[in-house]
């Protein structure tokens, strides 16, 4: 059985108090508070960015949050109904990305994570929620023969937002306009070596490894936040 809780992430209710206060400033100050849903996320980044500008957001994760703030500990889909204007989705990609999909030749089993985690993608693609980001690396054929051949919006790299990395990154959108880019440094990040461009691809093996190239940078989650919130 899922255990599943709300979790403010160890913030003590004076320091929650005071980050309701700010948003509530922040509401009157113009900005129409939604009730937004980050699924698939427990690092708290683009949650974080949507707070800060008074929104009621909500993480979701099968973890617990990696920073305070409000997070539901469970199944995205117990929650998904709940009324939500606006949902940023970061399904599991492991079986769906095409730097992967030599993987499905040599090992049966992944044809079944496969099949699961490209019907994960489709539901919450589906989802009955007005405003969606669902966000993936580029998808292999399979994957995306899976989820309804569904073609992304757009395609972003870190570096268009003040990063000097790239991974490209897919946004299938729905009600929303594509993202804009707010810093562009590609100049400057094609003169550093490959290794540090591709920072994430070149991680040493660790425990961690997954959820450091799991994470949203902050350049795009305040991107997100301040062009759709």
């Known amino acids: 059985m899922t255990t599943t809780c709300i979790s403010l992430g160890g913030m003590s209710c004076q320091a929650f108090c005071g ?10 100050e113009g900005v ?4 937004v849903l980050v699924a698939c996320e427990h690092s708290g980044t683009v949650r974080h960015a949507f707070s800060l500008l008074g929104h009621d ?29 606006l949902m ?12 992967g999909v030599g993987w499905l030749h040599k090992d049966a089993k992944r044809w079944l994570d496969l099949f699961d985690g490209a019907e994960f993608f489709r539901k919450l693609l589906h ?3 007005p405003k969606k980001c669902i966000e993936n690396p580029v998808m292999h054929k399979y994957a995306k023969r899976l989820i309804g051949d569904v073609a992304q919006s757009q395609v972003i790299q870190p570096w268009m937002f003040g990063h000097t990395e790239q991974k490209a990154t897919c946004l299938w959108l729905e009600g929303l306009p594509k ?7 590609r100049d400057e990040m094609m003169l550093l070596p490959k290794s540090q461009r591709q920072r994430l691809h ?5 425990a961690d ?6 994470q949203t940078y902050q350049g795009i989650a305040e991107a997100m936040a301040n062009q759709w919130g």
Request: proline letters at 8%; aromatic letters at 8%.
């Open 19 to 28: 980050l309701e206060s700010q948003s509530k400033l922040l509401v009157d």
């Open 32 to 35: 129409r508070e939604m009730k």
């Open 57 to 85: 957001v909500i993480s979701c994760d099968l973890l617990p949050t990696d920073r305070p703030g409000k997070h539901y500990q469970g199944d995205v889909f117990d929650i998904i109904n709940n009324g939500f204007d």
């Open 88 to 99: 940023i989705a970061h399904p599991p990609c492991t079986y769906l990305t095409n730097a």
């Open 127 to 129: 989802a009955d929620i």
């Open 179 to 185: 993202l804009k880019e707010t810093k562009n440094v």
């Open 202 to 206: 070149y991680l040493p093996p660790s």
């Open 209 to 214: 490894r997954w959820k450091l190239r799991s």
